[in-house]
């Protein structure tokens, strides 16, 4: 989890505990919306991200959704954490230039294809 979060500090230039709120958020979006087995797929290939959402859902009140539909109910969650529109964008951008790395074209292609508007932003 540390070099995602150092790529994406890096990438939208802000602070590594704002992308640990982006990863977590991110995390549990995927999670609800994506198809399981691509998404265990890629918790498994990133070192801490299984911990990362273990710990995002508990610290998510069990009422709390996404508002909106899609790419947008994640767009706003993210804005939420403290990110601006560019930021987000650049963040989505390297968290799945990541996980083409660690899980390949296929899974992550799974993924996006999962989630309406999500290739709108890569």
Do not use: N, W
């Amino acid at each position: 989890m540390d070099e995602l979060v150092t790529r994406l500090s890096g990438a939208a230039h802000i602070e590594p505990a704002k992308a640990v709120s982006a990863v977590k958020t991110i995390l549990v979006f995927l999670d609800k919306e994506a198809p399981s087995d691509a998404v265990q797929e890629l918790v498994q290939a990133i070192p801490g991200a299984d911990a990362a959402l273990s710990e995002a859902k508990a610290e998510q009140d069990d009422d709390a959704g996404f508002a909106g539909f899609g790419a947008m109910a994640a767009y706003h969650a993210l804005t939420a954490v403290g990110l601006s529109g560019s930021e987000v964008q650049i963040v989505t951008k390297e968290l799945l230039a990541h996980a083409r790395e660690k899980v390949g074209e296929e899974t992550t292609g799974r993924i996006v294809g999962a989630i309406p508007g999500l290739e709108a932003f890569i």
